[in-house]
Antibody
């Protein structure tokens, strides 16, 4: 059974940093691309970032480019999202998602999400 | 970036009705289009990928069509458990983008 468990969310002040983690199990983690998608409660989905199976290619939404960094540790079956220079508009539930292929594709499994709140 | 426009933003239909949701891309995306269902308080679930391929386990009353810029999600015979918000997503290139969502209610 595929499981994705996010952690690391919480309350942070504007300008601060946070690192999200996503522990994956139940599939060959190093064979699939992974993504982060966020959702402001009550609002729509926003794709944030994606990374290829090997970690060699990473992609970002314009809204987070230069502030967020996606990475993965295939030896630990873990996906990360380092978030710097956080803004109030980054407040959202952040979902980790497994892509269907090794490179950018749709996402067939999602974690339960972790809430990030940026506020003073 | 390529934008995705969904319509309608919400709809209400009766059990057994056929429901159609459309998604339009601002540029051609071939068939790199997925549909997701998000029930209230739940995590999004993949319904359809590659425009018309049904994800394993998804009921056959759901179907997708289209290519290029215009896509459709159809629910044949709407069921009470289909109450949800539906999103399209393009993944032909980064950054990927979602449509704004269509909220489906049952009368």
């Amino acid at each position: 059974e595929v499981q994705l468990l996010e952690s690391g969310g919480g309350l942070v002040q504007p300008g601060g940093s946070l690192r999200l983690s996503c522990a994956a199990s139940g599939f060959s983690f190093n064979s699939y691309a992974m993504s982060w998608v966020r959702q402001v409660p009550g609002r729509g989905l926003e794709w944030v970032s994606g990374i290829s199976d090997s970690g060699g290619r990473a992609f970002y939404a314009d809204s987070v480019k230069g502030r967020f960094t996606i990475s993965r540790d295939n030896s630990k079956n873990t996906l990360y999202l380092q978030m710097n220079s956080l803004r109030a508009e980054d407040t959202a539930v952040y979902y980790c998602a497994k892509d269907r292929r090794a490179y950018s594709s749709s996402s067939d499994y999602w974690g339960q999400g972790t809430l990030v709140t940026v506020s003073s | 970036d390529i934008q995705m426009t969904q319509s309608p933003s919400s709809l209400s239909a009766s059990v057994g009705d056929r429901v159609t949701i459309t998604c339009r891309a601002s540029q051609g995306i071939s068939n790199y289009l997925a549909w997701y269902q998000q029930k209230p308080g739940k995590v999004p679930e993949l319904l359809i990928y590659a425009a018309y391929t049904l994800q394993s386990g998804v009921p056959s009353r759901f179907s997708g069509s289209g290519s290029g810029t215009d896509f459709t999600l159809t629910i044949n015979s709407l069921q009470p458990e289909d109450v949800a918000t539906y999103y399209c997503q393009r993944y032909n290139s980064a950054p990927q983008t979602f449509g704004q969502g269509t909220k489906v209610e049952v009368k």
